[in-house]
């Protein structure tokens, strides 16, 4: 009678250990999972953000722009293409 209760002991001994270590365990994932959607929805407003900004740099008002001050270049008339000569 004392064996079974020793074993008896033990395996309730033995299951308290597993059931708090699946409860720290769980805990654990849970911290990491939300992290990670933070961290999804972190980059998602980032590829937001960087959408809007590529979208902007590629309007005609902005190349132009880009083309006068970066290259130089200037607009042309057609007075000057008809003549041939170059500016």
Do not use: W
């Amino acid at each position: 009678m004392a064996k079974i209760n020793l074993m008896l002991l033990v395996a309730v001994l033995l299951s308290g250990v597993v059931l708090v270590h699946n409860a720290y365990e769980s805990r654990r994932l849970f911290a990491e999972r939300e992290r990670a959607k933070n961290e999804g929805q972190r980059l998602a407003s980032d590829a937001e953000r960087l959408k809007a900004e590529r979208h902007a740099q590629a309007t005609n008002l902005r190349v132009e722009q880009v083309a006068r001050e970066r290259l130089g270049m200037r607009v042309i008339s057609p007075a000057l293409v008809a003549s041939g000569v170059t500016p």
